[in-house]
């Protein structure tokens, strides 16, 4: 075996946890030659985590992903001009499969970090605030039935709650209610013309109980996620803070947290309008508007959508999105708070995923394994840190 293939097991058993003394610094070393090894190392685990695994979370299993790696790193071997970079992509590939088939080894085997009463994943629950101002607690013990203004609402554990009634109901004013999701939940409506709408943690949406007029306005804090049903005679209007976006029928997300700088609308599919202050622009899917919530001004940006989407689906993912902003994802969907040691921890940049039903330390494990940092919990706090070589 020569030197190359030396470093690609070195990097394999390294990622799985299996890597002797020996092993683990020689792997440190090559990842601390240069800036170019790491921009490499993190290039790949971008594009291989996008192509090889997000769209199989289910379906590859350890055999078949070792298989995978092993006929890359093949391939790449013969390739002079790709020997770091078949380095890298070991890594890259061990780190996305390792968040698809390495969740069953990680969940049985993982060395568990002294988290286990801050690591429960979130919940499906609400508080729904009626007109009259009674706050009721959505959960499995609340009643398959509720009302206001004579307007039905029907609860279903899993599902959430639902305004659009098979039975016609006269609402003759607009009656507001509102739908609060604290930190570690997540919650589902169904609007009365049959729109969906997400709420992710720490969000809170204001809505109607029956649309009346020629507009459907709802208004959003935190971040939402809209299927709207289409109506050509009554466009759908959600006010965020300063911001309004209008659509006629489509899928889209809208990010309005009061702690977030920008407030941001990413269209998955149709097209929406977007105002804020003076400013408007139209956008078509693919697309996210951005808007300094200073200055109202926007800007257009071509993104992955699923970055901006797949929380309501289950699943975190994150594209070179640094320290800072996971931890806020993670903070809102764990409810814990996380402290940084040193303030340039802040910048590390990581991309993979992550399923929300998974307890935190699944994710704390990977970002250990990949770079040098490290936690500890003081409280309900996550203490970040970093450290120059593992024992």
């Known amino acids: 075996m020569n030197k190359n293939e030396d470093i690609n097991q070195d990097l394999i058993d390294y990622i799985k946890k299996e890597a002797d003394t020996d092993q683990i ?13 790491r921009k490499e190392y993190r290039r790949l ?5 996008k192509v090889k695994s997000t769209a199989k979370w289910d379906r590859i299993n350890q055999d078949k992903g070792r298989n995978v ?31 698809v088939f390495y969740v069953n080894h990680l969940e049985k085997e993982m060395k568990q970090l002294p988290l286990s009463e801050l690591s429960s994943p979130g919940e499906f629950k609400a508080s729904l605030i009626l007109s009259n101002g009674e706050t009721i607690v959505l959960s499995e013990n609340t ?25 016609e109901t006269v609402v003759d004013s607009l009656v507001y209610n509102i739908l609060k999701v604290a930190r570690g939940e997540e919650y589902k409506v169904v609007l009365a013309d049959g729109s969906m709408a997400w709420l992710n943690s720490e969000s809170e949406l204001k809505y109607p109980v029956a649309f009346i007029g020629n507009k459907r306005e709802v208004f959003v804090k935190g971040e939402v996620y809209f299927e709207v049903t289409s109506d050509k005679e009554k466009e759908f209007i959600v006010h965020a803070a300063d911001v309004q976006t209008k659509v006629l029928g489509t899928e889209f997300n809208v990010m309005a947290y009061d702690d977030e ?9 149709g097209k929406v309008n977007v105002k804020a202050g003076t400013e408007n622009k139209t956008i078509l899917p693919g697309k996210q508007i951005a808007i300094d919530r200073g200055s109202l001004a926007m ?17 975190i993912y994150f594209d070179e999105m640094s320290m800072e902003k996971l931890c806020q994802k993670l903070s809102r969907w764990y409810n814990i708070d996380f402290v940084f040691e040193e303030e340039r921890l802040k910048y590390y940049a ?13 994710t704390l494990d990977f970002l250990r394994t990949t ?6 919990v003081q409280g309900k706090r996550i203490i970040v840190f970093e450290v120059k070589h593992r024992k």
């Open 143 to 167: 009643r398959d039935s509720l009302s206001d203004a004579g307007k039905p609402i029907d609860h279903e554990v899993d599902e959430g709650i639902n305004y659009q009634s098979k039975a």
């Open 350 to 362: 990581f991309t993979g995923a992550v399923k929300k039903k998974l307890p935190i330390e699944f």
């Open 69 to 99: 790696i092993e006929n890359y790193l093949k391939k790449q071997r013969k390739l002079q001009i790709f020997r770091y970079a078949a380095v890298a992509a070991s890594v890259a590939l061990l780190i996305s499969f390792g968040l």
């Open 299 to 315: 800007k257009e940006n071509a993104v992955d959508t699923k970055l901006y989407s797949s929380w309501k689906d289950g699943i």
């Open 261 to 269: 700088e920008n407030i941001e609308v990413t269209l998955v599919e």
């Open 45 to 49: 685990i971008n594009v291989f985590y």
């Open 371 to 376: 770079s040098n940092l490290k936690f500890t």
């Open 25 to 37: 610094k020689r792997v440190e070393k090559w990842i601390g030659e240069n800036e170019s090894h």
